[in-house]
């Protein structure tokens, strides 16, 4: 069955220090997106990736990496992890215009 | 660029009774049109797509949903609510010249038994 699955699924880092949010898909599709959702904020755009080697900044890049090695894998890193990067984080995959296939999310905490 | 509007950031209904959930968009072209549900702690699921054809479209679970041009609209319906409906239900846009889709704020849909 095609899926969405991010690792961890929860994750405790200390300020300043770095983290690397996974996603695989096996949906085939081109497109992989990152999100974070917080509170009255709804869903954010982070960073998107047309396919292997390409990433986009979205609508909130600044202070996350983003890395598309393959067409199944898609990473969020956060060099130097701020308090205020305490969110849930959530991956998609997609094909041109059409629906995107979330995953299950990343409770990540900043302390 | 495109946007979505959901007025209503939390609505609450009783058990068995019908249900519209609000969502007006901004887009001068064509619009591709979802819905989306959330359960708790839980990623977002595709309830239903609108990309042409019958402006009413079926969903899973009971839902449909209206295109309607001449208001920008697309609101969510359903006859018969039940408990287990409760989640937050995001409408979102996307336009067939980009790759992405952009989301409302969401509204969390409260079943009373």
């Known amino acids: 069955e095609a899926a969405v699955t991010q690792s961890p699924r929860n994750k405790v880092a200390v300020t300043g220090g770095k983290v690397t949010l996974s996603c695989n898909q096996t949906?085939?599709?081109?497109?992989m997106y990152w999100y974070r959702q917080d509170t009255g904020h709804g869903l954010r755009l982070i960073h998107y990736s047309y396919g292997a080697g390409s990433t986009e900044k979205g609508d909130i890049p600044d202070g996350y990496k983003a890395s598309r090695p393959s067409q199944e894998n898609f990473s969020l890193i956060l060099e130097l992890a701020t308090p205020s990067q305490t969110s849930v984080y959530f991956c998609?995959?997609?094909?041109?215009?059409?629906?995107?296939?979330f995953g299950p999310g990343t409770r990540l905490t900043v302390l | 660029a495109q946007s979505v509007t959901q007025p209503d950031a939390r609505v609450t209904v009783s058990e068995g009774a019908s249900l519209q959930l609000r969502c007006k968009y901004s887009y001068s072209g064509t619009p591709y049109l979802f819905w989306y549900v959330q359960y708790p702690r839980q990623g977002l699921q595709l309830l239903l797509k609108?990309?042409?054809?019958?402006?009413v479209v079926q969903g899973v679970n009971g839902f449909e949903a209206e295109f309607i041009k001449s208001n920008s609209s697309f609101h969510l319906r359903k006859a018969s609510v039940h408990w287990s409906d409760s989640a937050v239900y995001f409408c979102?846009?996307?336009?067939?010249?980009?790759?992405?889709?952009?989301f409302g704020d969401g509204t969390q849909l409260v079943v009373k038994p």
């Open positions: 949906n085939n599709h081109n497109n």
């Open positions: 998609a995959s997609g094909r041109d215009s059409h629906e995107q296939y």
């Open positions: 609108y990309y042409s054809g019958d402006p």
């Open positions: 979102a846009v996307s336009a067939n010249s980009n790759n992405r889709i952009f």
